[in-house]
């Protein structure tokens, strides 16, 4: 079993930067790969990054590129979202999600396998 806990979610302002950790526990980190999503109510849960088992690959959804970015620390079982630039529109719960297919920067959320609770971010203007 793998348990995930996402933090450093926040109430910030437009323009300002938040990085989102989450941490790992269970069966070994390395197994997975790993990949951040957001959700607002009534929509769907969108992948924003995604970033294989060793971390030599990742996916951004195109309308994030250049102010989001995936990272993983193996050694401490924790990925995170590095969020700059932030917008009023990018207020949302955001979820971390662990997927088996360990070598696949998985951009869609069915192939995941595992989540966590999900971190609130507001952006105010």
């Known amino acids: 079993q793998v348990h995930l806990v996402e933090s450093g979610g926040g109430l910030v302002q437009a323009g300002d930067s938040l990085r989102l950790s989450c941490t790992h526990s269970?069966?070994?980190?390395?197994?997975?790969?790993m990949g951040w999503f957001r959700q607002t109510a009534g929509k769907e849960r969108d992948i924003l990054a995604a970033?294989?088992?060793?971390?030599?690959?990742?996916y951004f959804l195109d309308t994030v590129k250049g102010r989001f970015t995936i990272s993983r620390d193996n050694a401490k079982n924790t990925v995170y979202l590095q969020l700059n630039s932030l917008k009023p529109e990018d207020t949302a719960v955001y979820y971390c999600?662990?997927?088996?297919?360990?070598?696949?920067?998985?951009?869609?959320?069915?192939?995941?396998?595992?989540w966590g609770q999900g971190t609130q971010v507001t952006v105010s203007s």
């Open positions: 269970g069966r070994p980190f390395t197994s997975y790969s």
């Open positions: 970033i294989t088992a060793s971390g030599a690959d990742k």
């Open positions: 999600a662990a997927s088996e297919y360990s070598a696949y920067a998985a951009p869609s959320a069915d192939l995941y396998n595992y």
